[in-house]
């Protein structure tokens, strides 16, 4: 068991509750799910903050992923993962300028997301 809480923030329902179960199971505390960036930026000033989040690119409101990570880790040390259905270069590429810690497309595969999550979790630490 690992303890640490990642924040999960992702508007399919369905995907969050996946990953919520994966995570779990795989001995993470979880906070969220988050459906949208605006909500993200309320609850983190306010709630203990994450050792981690995972944030889909696209999300309901009016911040995208990019935009929300981006306010995040202007104000808070806390290492961000992308997952997205987007393969296009240029998003890729305005992801990276925020920094994350990785850039996972969907469908995830389940040891994939394990081993960056706990990757950017080990680099945190050091």
Known sequence: MTGETI???????????????LLENAGYNIAGPA???????????????????????????????IETARQIRSKYPIPVIFLSAYSNQNRIDEAHAVSPFGYLTKPVMQDDLLAAIRGALDRTAA
């Open 7 to 21: 924040l999960i923030v992702e508007d399919e329902g369905l995907i969050a509750l996946h990953l919520t179960e």
């Open 35 to 65: 459906y949208s960036g605006e909500r993200v930026l309320r609850d983190i000033a306010s709630a203990p903050l994450p050792d981690l989040i995972l944030m889909d690119i696209a999300l309901a409101g009016s911040l995208d992923g």
